[in-house]
């Protein structure tokens, strides 16, 4: 199981759905949310502080993000992120979680070595079951 995952989504009912299923499939123990790709950045900002600091700070090792947010959206997020704090977190991968259909999302996803999965809106106990076996994370769900 993942200590923690964070989960940049802007909807109050795709929060509260993703977070049940998250605890209750057993994928993670805590879930973070930023409300956007800002508050997201700002949460690693956070994160790095503390690492440097020498404070025991673990990122999470997954992320899931949602394209289409205020603010800052998830493929700013992405940008920034690989920007900032890539290479002071390698271990942290994304999957992508959109209702999305529209086919340059998905090739444009592709073309992120940090994005592990594209997933479309909602989370469920299946989604979750085949992104255990993901080999970029599958060493957090031992058998």
Known sequence: MIEKVLLVEDDNITITLCELAIKKFDFAKEVHSSRNGKEALDYFSDCLKRKKKG????APPLIFLDLNMPVLNGWDFLDEYLKKFAKD???????ILSST?????FSRASKYDIVVEFISKPLTMRVLTELKKNSSISQYFPE
């Open 55 to 58: 404070e025991e700070s673990e």
């Open 89 to 95: 977190f390698p271990k942290t991968r994304v999957a």
């Open 101 to 105: 259909i529209d086919p340059n999302d």
